[in-house]
C-alpha cells in the first residue's frame, strides 16, 4: 500500500489526471450495466430525440436509449481491450524473452516472425480475417474479435521485451547467477522479468489502446457482431442510421468522446510509466523551475544574485528546500573574517 | 600579472527533491597565462562540477549558489576582468569556446555522430572568429597536424575513428578558437597507457607552442604530478590542498592528500604496502560540520569539527603559495596540536 | 548498400508472408465462413465459380501444394479474376482505380503532418516544459481520437451545419467530368479538404509527441552540452546537433507507424464515401467478395512495404554510421 502510495506522489500531474479518468472507466464498466435505466435494445416510438428528463443521452432512430447502449458499451469495449491486453502482452513476453534467452536461431526465427508481423499492416489484415468471420456462427460474441485482436497485437510488445531481455542478460548480476548454477527458467522468472515489470507494464497498455482503437474501428466498420452494443456498434448503427445527416449527434457524440477519452487516459497513463522509468523525461519536466523561474535544460547554470534577470534574490533563497544555503553562507564556523567577505 | 582565471568563492548546489546537495563550496582557485593547475579528487568530489560550474555549462537542477568567474584574457575591447558568472548570455557564448575551451571526457559521447570531424571542427571557429571557408578549412587541417592526425580524416565521421585519435580530435577542436585556457576533464581515462602517454606529451608540446593555460582534471594524481605546475586537491566539494607539484609530491600538507599518494606505488623507492583510504565520501545534501574527512581521517581531533576549511599556508614550509585546509598539519606532514589561533571559536558564531 | 538489401531481403520476405496469409486464410475459416461466401453469390457463372473455389479452397483443387503453386503463379500475374460484387469487372481495375485517389489523399496528408508534427516535436523538445507542453494533453487526446470519430465531427460542424465543404465523395461527378481542367482540380481539392484535414489533425498529434520525447532525450546528451560550450548559436545547436540526432529514432517511427496512418485512413475513406482503396476495402468485406479483398490486402501491403523501404533508403542517407554498422558485421 505504502509503495502505491509513493508511487502516486512521482506521478507527473498529466499521468495522475490520466488514472482518475481510467479510474473513472472502470467504475461505468462494473457498475453501468446494472444501472441502465431501459433494455438497450428496446425501440420505442420516441425516435431520434434529443437528450431530455427521460432520455439522459436521447435515443437513436430507432428510439433506443443511447444511455443504456453506452454504459454497457464501456463496460464489452473495455472488457474486450482487457482481455487482448493480457493475451497478447503474455504472448509479448513469452516471444521476447525465448527469444533474448534462446539466441541463435531461434531468436533468428522469432525476431523474423516478429518484425514481419509489424511490418505487415495489422487493419487490413483484421478486415479480411473479419470480413470471413462476420455474420456467420463462428463471428458472433466477442470472442472472434478477441481472438483476431490478440494474433495480431504481440509483435510490438515482443520487439520491445525482447530488446530489454536481451541487456538484462548481458548484465553481470544475471551472469553471477547463472554462475550459482540457478536453473534457466528460474533466473527468468525471478530475476528477468521483475526487472522489466515497468515495460511490461507500459506495453500492457500500449496494447489495450490498440485493442480499444481497433475493436472500435472494426466495429464501426461493421465487421463485428452488430448486436452487441459496444461503443464501436453503437458507431456503426449512428453511421447506418444517418446520424449525421438528421443532426441526432448525441448519438455519435458520446461513445466517440468516450473512445477519444479513455485513449487519452490510456496515453497519459503510459506517459507516467514512460517518465517513472526514464529519468530523462522526468527531469525535463521537474528541474525546470528555480525560483519560481523557468530554466530551460539548455540555458546556462543560473547563479543566485546574478543581475541579468533572476529577480528575486529572497524568492531564490525560499526555493531551496530544507536547509537554507544563504543562512548558511552567513554563519562561518568560527571565522568571523571569512563570514564578513561575503555579501 | 592578473591571473587568466580567478575563481572566487564558488559553490554550486543541485536541488533534489530530498534537498540541496552542495556539489562544490566556496571554491577559490586561480590559473596564470601558461601554467598547468590539476584538479584532482575521487568521484563526487566536485572537480567537474567546478569547471563546467565555472562556465555555466552544468543542467537543471544545478544552481550556482555563490562566487564569481572572473576572466582576464588577452582580448581587446573588452574591459578586464569580465564574470562569467554575471555576463549576459550573448557574451557567454561569446567567452565560450574562444577564451575557455574544454576537452571532454568521453569523446565518443562528445563529438556530434551525425557530421563530419570537418565541420565540428570549423564550427567551433566560425562561431568566434572571422574567416573564409578556405582558411577555416586550412586552420582545420594545420589544427589536427597539430595533434598528429591526417588531414585526410577530416572528411571522417566520429565513429571511423579509433579512440586515441577521436581524443586528439576533441584538443584540436578545443583549439580551434586560439583559446586561453583549456580545461581538460579527464581526457585520457579511458585511453590505454600507451595511448594515454602520446597524448599528454602532446598536450604539453602545444601548451608550449600556443602558450595557453590548462586545468587538468582527473582522479590519478600519478599523472598530475608529472604534468602539472600547480596543484588542487579537492573532498567532498571543497579543495583541502593547493600547491606546486613538487611540494604535493614532496610534503602533502593534508591527510587526505597524503592518503591519495600512498595508495598508488611509486617506480622508484623501497616498496611499500599499498593503502587506500578506508570509508566513503559523506552525504553532501547534509554535510556535518567542520572538515567533511573527519570520519575517514587517521589524524581526527576534536578540533576539527570546528575547522572552516578556508586554506591557509601550511605550517613551516618555503613556499608560500603551498596552502591547506587542516591547520593541523605541518610541512613535513606531522599532525599535531594546531598553534592558538585556530582552536578556539568566536563565541556566538555557532548556532 | 549492404544495409539496403538486406531491408529489402526482409521486405521481400514480408511480402511474401502476406501473400501465404492470403491463401491460407481462407482455407483456415471455419466452414460456416466459406459457405457464407458461396452462399452471398448463387449465380455466378462457371469460370467465375471456378475461380472463387479456388480462392477458397473448397470443391476438388488438388493437393495442397498444387493449389500453392497455382495461386502463386496467379499473383505474380496480377491476376485476381473479376471481382464479385462488381462482377464482371476485373478486380485489378477497381483497384486500380480508387489507388490514385488514395495516395493523393493518404500519401500528401500524411506527409504534411508528418512534417508539421516534428517540426513542433523540435520546438516542444527543445523547450520541454515550457508553453508548447501545455498543449501535450490536448496532443496525446488528439492521438487518442479514431480518425473516424473525428471525421464525424468535422462533417457535423463543417459539412452539415456550416455548408462549407462537401461531404462525400472525391468529386462531384455530377456538375464536374475529369480532367486536368481547373474547375475540375478545385473541385477536387474541395472534396479533400476535410478528409486530409482529418488525417492531418489526427495524425500530427502523434508525431509531435514522438519527435518531443525524442527531442528530449536528445538533448540531454553530451554531445549537445558540447555545442553549447563552444559558444554555438541556439539555431546550430537545436537543428545540427540535437535535431539532426533526434530524426533517426523518429524516422524510424515513421516506418513503424506507416501501417497504422494508412489503416485508419482507410476506415475514414468510408465516413467520407471517398473512393479510395480503403473504401473498396472495407465494401469488399461487407460484401464477401473475397477476390478483391485479398487483392487490396496484398496492394495496401505492398505500399506499406515500400513505404518503409523508402524510408531505410532515407535513413541510410541521414545517418553515416549505419553504413559503418553494416560493413562491420
Redesign the interface.
Known amino acids: 500500500m505504502k509503495a502505491l502510495a509513493r508511487l502516486w506522489r512521482r506521478l507527473p500531474g498529466?499521468a495522475k489526471?490520466g488514472v482518475i479518468m481510467l479510474g473513472v472507466f472502470l467504475l461505468i464498466a462494473i457498475i453501468g450495466p446494472e444501472v441502465t435505466p431501459y433494455n438497450p435494445s428496446v425501440t420505442t416510438p420516441l425516435q431520434a430525440a434529443a437528450p431530455s428528463g427521460a432520455h439522459l443521452f436521447g435515443t437513436t432512430q430507432t428510439g433506443q436509449d443511447v444511455l443504456s447502449q453506452f454504459l454497457i458499451g464501456v463496460r464489452l469495449t473495455l472488457e474486450l481491450a482487457f482481455w487482448v491486453g493480457v493475451i497478447a502482452t503474455a504472448l509479448s513476453v513469452i516471444i521476447g524473452v525465448t527469444a533474448a534467452y534462446a539466441g541463435g536461431l531461434v531468436d533468428e526465427l522469432l525476431s523474423?516472425l516478429t518484425?514481419?508481423f509489424?511490418?505487415?499492416?495489422?487493419?487490413?489484415?483484421l478486415?479480411?480475417?473479419?470480413?470471413?468471420?462476420?455474420?456467420?456462427?463462428?463471428?458472433q460474441g466477442q470472442l472472434p474479435v478477441i481472438f483476431v485482436l490478440s494474433l495480431l497485437g504481440w509483435p510490438w510488445g515482443a520487439r520491445v521485451i525482447r530488446a530489454q531481455a536481451l541487456s538484462i542478460r548481458s548484465r553481470d548480476f544475471i551472469a553471477a547467477t547463472r554462475e550459482t548454477g540457478e536453473r534457466s527458467w528460474r533466473i527468468i522468472g525471478f530475476d528477468v522479468i521483475p526487472n522489466m515489470v515497468s515495460l511490461i507494464a507500459a506495453s500492457f497498455v500500449n496494447t489495450v489502446?490498440y485493442a480499444v482503437?481497433a475493436s472500435?474501428?472494426l466495429a464501426?466498420?461493421?465487421?463485428t457482431d452488430p448486436n452487441q452494443w459496444s461503443l464501436g456498434t453503437m458507431?456503426y448503427w449512428a453511421?447506418l442510421g444517418n446520424a449525421?445527416?438528421i443532426?441526432a449527434?448525441w448519438w455519435?457524440?458520446p461513445p466517440?468522446?468516450a473512445?477519444?477519452?479513455?485513449?487519452?487516459a490510456?496515453?497519459?497513463l503510459n506517459?507516467g510509466i514512460?517518465e517513472l522509468s526514464?529519468p530523462?523525461?522526468r527531469?525535463?519536466?521537474?528541474?525546470?523551475k528555480?525560483a519560481s523561474r523557468?530554466?530551460?535544460?539548455?540555458?546556462?547554470?543560473?547563479?543566485?544574485?546574478?543581475?541579468?534577470g533572476h529577480r528575486g534574490l529572497a524568492g531564490l533563497a525560499r526555493?531551496?528546500?530544507?536547509?537554507s544555503?544563504i543562512d548558511e553562507?552567513g554563519?562561518?564556523?568560527?571565522?568571523?573574517e571569512?563570514?564578513g567577505?561575503?555579501r | 600579472m592578473s591571473p587568466v582565471l580567478d575563481i572566487k568563492?564558488l559553490?554550486?548546489?543541485y536541488?533534489t527533491?530530498g534537498?540541496?546537495v552542495?556539489a562544490a563550496s566556496h571554491v577559490n582557485l586561480t590559473i596564470n597565462k601558461g601554467e598547468v593547475v590539476g584538479l584532482c579528487g575521487e568521484s563526487g568530489s566536485g572537480k567537474s562540477t567546478l569547471a563546467?560550474?565555472a562556465c555555466?555549462?552544468?543542467?537543471?537542477?544545478?544552481?550556482?549558489?555563490?562566487g564569481s568567474v572572473l576572466y582576464s584574457g588577452a582580448r581587446t575591447g573588452t574591459v578586464m576582468p569580465v564574470d562569467i558568472?554575471?555576463?549576459?548570455?550573448h557574451d557567454?557564448r561569446a567567452i565560450r569556446w574562444r577564451d575557455v575551451a574544454i576537452v571532454f571526457q568521453s569523446a565518443m559521447n562528445a563529438l556530434n555522430p551525425v557530421i563530419r570531424v570537418r565541420d565540428q571542427i570549423i564550427d567551433g571557429m566560425e562561431a568566434h572568429l572571422r574567416l573564409s571557408k578556405d582558411e577555416a578549412h586550412e586552420k582545420a587541417a594545420r589544427l589536427l597536424d597539430l595533434v598528429g592526425i591526417g588531414r585526410e580524416r577530416l572528411r571522417s565521421y566520429p565513429h571511423e575513428l579509433s579512440g586515441g585519435m577521436r581524443q586528439r580530435v576533441m584538443i584540436a577542436m578545443a583549439l580551434a578558437a586560439d583559446p586561453e585556457i583549456v580545461i581538460m576533464d579527464e581526457p585520457t581515462t579511458a585511453l590505454d597507457v600507451v595511448v594515454q602517454r602520446d597524448i599528454l606529451a602532446q598536450i604539453v608540446e602545444l601548451k608550449d607552442t600556443l602558450g595557453f593555460s590548462v586545468l587538468f582534471i582527473t582522479h590519478d594524481m600519478s599523472l598530475l604530478l608529472e604534468l602539472c605546475d600547480r596543484i588542487a586537491v579537492m573532498y567532498a566539494g571543497r579543495i583541502v590542498e593547493l600547491g606546486s607539484a613538487a611540494d604535493l609530491k614532496n610534503a602533502p600538507a593534508h591527510p587526505y592528500t597524503q592518503g591519495l599518494l600512498r595508495s598508488f606505488p611509486s617506480l622508484h623507492g623501497a616498496r611499500r604496502e599499498l593503502t587506500g583510504i578506508p570509508g566513503t565520501p559523506p552525504d553532501l545534501?547534509?554535510p556535518p560540520?567542520?572538515c567533511p574527512f573527519i570520519p575517514r581521517c587517521g589524524f581526527a581531533r576534536p578540533g576539527c569539527?570546528?575547522?572552516?576549511m578556508?586554506l591557509i599556508p601550511v605550517r613551516g614550509s618555503r613556499s608560500p603559495l603551498h596552502v591547506t585546509a587542516c591547520p593541523f598539519v605541518t610541512h613535513e606532514g606531522a599532525v599535531d596540536a594546531a598553534p592558538e589561533q585556530e582552536t578556539t571559536?568566536?563565541e556566538g558564531?555557532?548556532? | 548498400m549492404q544495409f539496403l538489401l538486406r531491408r529489402l531481403a526482409?521486405?521481400l520476405?514480408?511480402f511474401w508472408?502476406?501473400i501465404t496469409?492470403?491463401f491460407f486464410?481462407?482455407r483456415a475459416?471455419?466452414g460456416?465462413?466459406?459457405?457464407?461466401?458461396l452462399a452471398k453469390f448463387p449465380q455466378l457463372l462457371p469460370p467465375a465459380r471456378k475461380a472463387l473455389e479456388a480462392t477458397l479452397g473448397t470443391g476438388n483443387q488438388g493437393s495442397l501444394w498444387s493449389q500453392y503453386l497455382t495461386y502463386l503463379n496467379h499473383v505474380f500475374h496480377l491476376d485476381f479474376g473479376p471481382s464479385l460484387s462488381n462482377y464482371p469487372a476485373p478486380v485489378t481495375s477497381i483497384v486500380a482505380n480508387g489507388v490514385y485517389w488514395t495516395i493523393g489523399l493518404v500519401g500528401v496528408a500524411t506527409v504534411i503532418a508528418f512534417i508539421v508534427g516534428t517540426g513542433l516535436g523540435i520546438l516542444a523538445g527543445?523547450?520541454?516544459?515550457?508553453r508548447l507542453?501545455r498543449s501535450?494533453?490536448g496532443m496525446?487526446?488528439l492521438?487518442?481520437?479514431?480518425y473516424?470519430?473525428l471525421a464525424?465531427?468535422l462533417?457535423?460542424v463543417f459539412g452539415?451545419t456550416l455548408h462549407v465543404f462537401p461531404?462525400a465523395g472525391a468529386y462531384d461527378g455530377i456538375n464536374y467530368t475529369p480532367g486536368w481542367t481547373w474547375p475540375y482540380i478545385a473541385n477536387v481539392l474541395d472534396h479533400a479538404f476535410l478528409p486530409a484535414l482529418t488525417i492531418v489533425v489526427t495524425s500530427v498529434a502523434g508525431w509531435m509527441l514522438q519527435m518531443r520525447?525524442v527531442m528530449?532525450?536528445t538533448?540531454?546528451e553530451d554531445y549537445?552540452m558540447a555545442a553549447?560550450a563552444k559558444g554555438l548559436s541556439?539555431r546550430r545547436?537545436v537543428f545540427t546537433y540535437a535535431a539532426r540526432n533526434a530524426l533517426l529514432p523518429q524516422l524510424q517511427g515513421f516506418g513503424?507507424a506507416i501501417?497504422?496512418v494508412?489503416?485508419?485512413a482507410?476506415?475514414m475513406e468510408?465516413?467520407f464515401s471517398y473512393p479510395g482503396i480503403g473504401y473498396l476495402?472495407?465494401n469488399?468485406?461487407?460484401s464477401?467478395d473475397?477476390p478483391l479483398?485479398?487483392a487490396?490486402?496484398l496492394l495496401?501491403?505492398v505500399a506499406?512495404?515500400a513505404a518503409?523501404l523508402l524510408v531505410d533508403i532515407v535513413l541510410v542517407f541521414v545517418d553515416p554510421r549505419i553504413r559503418a554498422r553494416e560493413v562491420a558485421r
Open positions: 498529466t489526471a523474423l518484425n514481419v509489424l511490418v505487415i499492416p495489422a487493419l487490413p489484415l478486415i479480411v480475417l473479419l470480413g470471413f468471420l462476420n455474420g456467420t456462427s463462428a463471428g489502446l482503437g472500435v474501428a464501426f466498420i461493421g465487421l458507431l453511421q449525421l445527416q443532426g449527434w455519435y457524440v466517440g468522446l473512445v477519444a477519452l479513455l485513449g487519452t490510456l496515453v497519459l506517459t514512460d526514464n530523462r523525461l527531469d525535463a519536466r521537474s528541474a525546470t528555480i523557468r530554466v530551460w535544460t539548455t540555458d546556462p547554470t543560473p547563479v543566485f544574485g546574478a543581475p541579468d526555493s531551496f528546500s530544507r536547509k544555503l553562507a554563519v562561518g564556523t568560527g571565522n568571523a571569512k563570514a567577505e561575503l | 568563492d559553490s554550486v548546489a536541488q527533491p534537498g540541496d552542495r563546467y560550474g555555466r555549462l552544468l543542467r537543471p537542477p544545478a544552481v550556482i549558489t555563490s558568472l554575471r555576463v549576459p548570455p557567454l545534501r547534509d560540520r567542520g569539527a570546528q575547522v572552516d578556508s571559536a568566536p558564531a555557532l548556532s | 526482409f521486405y520476405v514480408a508472408v502476406a496469409l492470403n486464410i481462407p475459416m471455419p460456416s465462413a466459406v459457405d457464407a461466401v527543445w523547450r520541454a516544459g515550457g507542453d501535450l494533453p496525446m487526446f492521438q487518442a481520437t479514431p473516424f470519430f464525424l465531427l462533417i457535423q452539415i461531404v520525447n528530449v532525450t538533448v540531454g549537445v553549447q541556439d545547436v513503424l501501417g497504422f494508412i489503416s485508419g482507410l476506415v468510408i465516413v476495402l472495407l469488399a468485406a461487407a464477401k473475397t479483398m485479398q487490396i490486402f495496401i501491403t506499406v512495404l518503409n
